[in-house]
């Protein structure tokens, strides 16, 4: 927003400590920026120079990624073994990029630094494929807008060309293979075509049933919608009941609500044998899935713009990088600050506070695909629910698009890949969402800030409007 320009970076870091760093939506020291956009408003060519570029990734055994020196000795010597098995002696970069995160999951998991971490993780990825396409961006999917299974798994992103259809399942020797890319489109989605040497030659897998999950009711399958992100951004001010706040009630809920894309995407499908299945995205390998890094553009876009409204309101870096926790938050949590040195990269956690600093600006969606998917949007923000627009979108009347059911807990193999701790967690997902719906229901939770255009000229400066773009 253009009066953001407004705030200084004084006024956002009055510690001298954080150094002289760009402050929100401040710019001025990139040469170049990276415009990310909604994954329904890309282009035949931006859908090309996407998919051409991963499957370069994929197939680039002399780029590295890895920084070998910011391993741990355990850690250096797991990659070089893993190495020696490839036919190679090799990783591909996009091999290396998943192998990373699956090396430091339960560290960058699970606590405070989830977002930082991500938040760099995904743009460094981004600046080394852009290496290779200028023009690369990543994506993201506004799945709060398509929250009900019903509606995202019949989205168009998983057919022709786009991010590939999961195939049928019926017994562990089935392929799984994701298919679904048009000839002029050779990609990671062509079955058989690129497979993953370093993980057990394995191609992209899926192991999610699109048709159980259109005919889902009562939650199952559901995100979580933009009604969530409205109630915490509001007990973020406030605090809940438990007597969190700020940053950590935010950092809980945004990694917790972000958990359902990587279980459902990956599936988790229990065969008559009970066999278990689970596909990349569902996993600590998950970037190997390209939908990994459409969600994760997702999962930062939702913090830069908690961020945009926390500094409508001058809270200060302490505000956004601290707050109250409340028992069984981990340990780590009490004592995160701006100062925090984020695993592997080695940087404090100020240094990854902000998209502009890494030159990142998010199109809003429907920003730059004209009036037929300006008008869906507004549908599916909920302001024009009780319209039939199907004359006009061409598509099924709409449904209520503010979510009432609770969306269910991912399945406990998601919780088991967090280690030891993995109980505690579960626990305290469905402890915390289920309250979070307790108060949705009755409607004391839902404070409707995110969805409404109510602007800074009404004194309401930090009531700004988060979901109507």
Known sequence: MKFAALITIAALLPNTAYGALPGFNDYSHCSKTTTRKEIHDLTTSEWRTFATTLQSAAQDYATRFINRTALSAAGRQRLTTLEAKTAKKNLSLWEEIAWLHRELFEPIHNNAGFHPWHRKFTADVEKVLQSKASSFFWPYWASQFEWAGVDWGRDAVWGEGRLGRPQPVSSASDSACVKGCPSYLTTLFVPNLIRFSAFNNECLKRYTLLEDVTAATGGEYDFFSFTYYDAVYAQTLT?????????????????????????????????????????????????????????????????????????????????QFTGATAPPDPPQNSTF?????????????????????FCVKYAAPGALAGAKRKREVRKRQGLSVELDLSPLLGTEPPRKWRQTECPAAPPRSWFKLHGQNWEELERRFVEFTQKLCARIGDGSGVSRVFDLAITPLTGLVGVLKFALF
């Open 239 to 319: 605090g809940d009941d438990t007597g969190r706040a700020g940053w950590h009630l935010f950092s809980m809920a945004g990694e917790a609500f972000h958990s359902l894309q990587h279980a459902y995407i990956g599936g988790n499908r229990k065969l008559a044998n009970g066999t278990a299945l689970t596909g990349q995205m569902g996993s600590d390998i998950s970037p190997l899935d390209p939908t990994f890094f459409v969600h994760h553009a997702n999962v930062d876009r939702i913090w830069h713009q908690f961020q945009e409204n926390w500094n409508a309101l001058d809270k200060p870096i302490s505000f």
């Open 337 to 357: 600050s701006p100062n925090s040195i984020l695993t592997y990269f080695n940087i404090p956690a100020y240094q990854a506070h902000f998209a502009s600093q």
